[in-house]
């Protein structure tokens, strides 16, 4: 995924993460001290790795890396073959917020993108 494609699906992800729960995400550029990281490759290249403090919850740390094998869009009804990058990230970083998947399809939290 291009880079500037991936900073814009963590930030509509983690958008819609702060509208619905009042939460704050605040990029810090010390991946070692971030609760949520996320990146294209692992290990993580230097520089490349986006780190992430959350105010106001309890947030488990998570590592989320994206692999470049996958078919990367932004959109809300990928084709098939395709993943929306804004909602896997979303529902990711929803691991480190709830924790569990919900069990109601269509949910972002649902076992599947």
């Given at each position: 995924?291009?880079?500037?494609?991936?900073?814009?699906?963590?930030?509509?992800?983690l958008?819609?993460?702060s509208?619905c729960?009042?939460l704050?995400?605040?990029?810090?550029?010390?991946?070692?001290?971030?609760?949520i990281?996320?990146?294209?490759?692992?290990?993580?290249?230097?520089g490349?790795?986006?780190?992430?403090?959350?105010?106001?919850?309890?947030?488990?740390?998570?590592?989320?890396?994206?692999?470049?094998?996958?078919?990367?869009?932004?959109?809300?009804?990928?084709?098939?073959?395709?993943?929306?990058?804004?909602?896997?990230?979303?529902?990711?970083?929803?691991?480190?917020?709830?924790?569990?998947?919900?069990?109601?399809?269509?949910?972002?939290?649902?076992?599947?993108?």
């Open positions: 995924m291009q880079e500037e494609l991936f900073l814009m699906a963590v930030g509509k992800a958008s819609y993460w509208a729960c009042d704050q995400f605040e990029r810090t550029m010390e991946p070692q001290q971030a609760q990281i996320l990146c294209q490759a692992r290990p993580y290249p230097p490349q790795a986006l780190g992430y403090m959350c105010s106001k919850a309890r947030v488990w740390p998570v590592s989320i890396v994206f692999h470049a094998t996958k078919n990367w869009v932004i959109a809300k009804n990928p084709a098939p073959g395709e993943f929306d990058a804004v909602r896997v990230i979303a529902h990711e970083v929803g691991h480190a917020l709830l924790g569990e998947h919900h069990l109601a399809d269509g949910n972002l939290m649902s076992c599947g993108y």
